[in-house]
């Protein structure tokens, strides 16, 4: 959806013309290719809640399993003022994600699980399986580790946002962030502050000495 997404709201993201060039930026027709058939028992999707507008139709959404990756708004910030020359609270995500966890409870009856990055991180060997429980997908050893380099599935946007994780092999230890954000990026993450409190109050729980 991020092409969909930077025609709706005209974003300037780094490589925009390179994403436009080379990627759907039609809505309805990115949601029938999800819907299309993958040759594969599971297919993961990875989506941003931004890019999912307000004008986009949501039925589609009925047919998947939903899981929620939250990260503490304060690193998240840190890690955007490298990347984004403007950050705003919708930039986040957060109050998005917020507002679709609620959206899928309210009109689905889906309570889709939530995993924070600390958590995973801290010990993905802990939560990865409960998240997979939680959407029914038997968990798999070889899910904790993986090969570096680029994959065919990645977006041409890769080259910018993916250079740390195609270094990895496995999930990284949990350090903390440590640095100032502007003043500026302070005001956004107080604003957006309530709707990560709002998903991590729902989030599935890590063992008792890191909760």
């Known amino acids: 959806m991020y092409a969909a997404w930077m025609v709706a709201t005209g974003a300037q993201h780094p490589m925009r013309e390179a994403i436009l060039q080379h990627h759907e930026s039609r809505w309805e027709q990115v949601v029938a290719q999800l819907q299309?058939?993958?040759g594969t028992p599971i297919l993961y999707e990875k989506h941003i809640s931004k890019h999912l507008c307000a004008?986009?139709?949501r039925a589609w959404l009925a047919s998947h399993r939903h899981a929620f990756l939250i990260r503490d708004p304060w690193p998240m910030l840190l890690s955007f003022q490298?990347?984004?020359e403007q950050v705003t609270v919708a930039e986040t995500g957060l109050p998005q994600q917020a507002e679709l966890w609620h959206?899928?409870?309210e009109n689905l009856g889906i309570d889709a699980p939530v995993i924070d990055a600390r958590d995973l991180l801290t010990d993905p060997s802990a939560m990865l399986p409960k998240m997979t429980a939680a959407l029914g997908v038997p968990f798999d050893p070889?899910?904790?580790q993986w090969e570096a380099g680029r994959r065919p599935t990645?977006?041409?946007w890769a080259s910018h946002w993916y250079d740390a994780v195609e270094q990895?092999?496995?999930f990284r230890a949990y350090t903390p962030s440590t640095g100032a954000l502007s003043r500026e990026l302070e005001a956004v993450h107080d604003a957006c502050l309530p709707a990560y409190q709002?998903?991590?109050a729902r989030r599935l729980r890590p063992v008792p000495s890191i909760c």
């Open 36 to 38: 299309g058939p993958v």
């Open 55 to 57: 004008h986009m139709d």
């Open 82 to 84: 490298r990347k984004v």
């Open 103 to 105: 959206w899928l409870h």
């Open 142 to 144: 070889a899910m904790l």
């Open 154 to 156: 990645d977006g041409v």
């Open 168 to 170: 990895s092999t496995g």
């Open 198 to 200: 709002f998903l991590h």
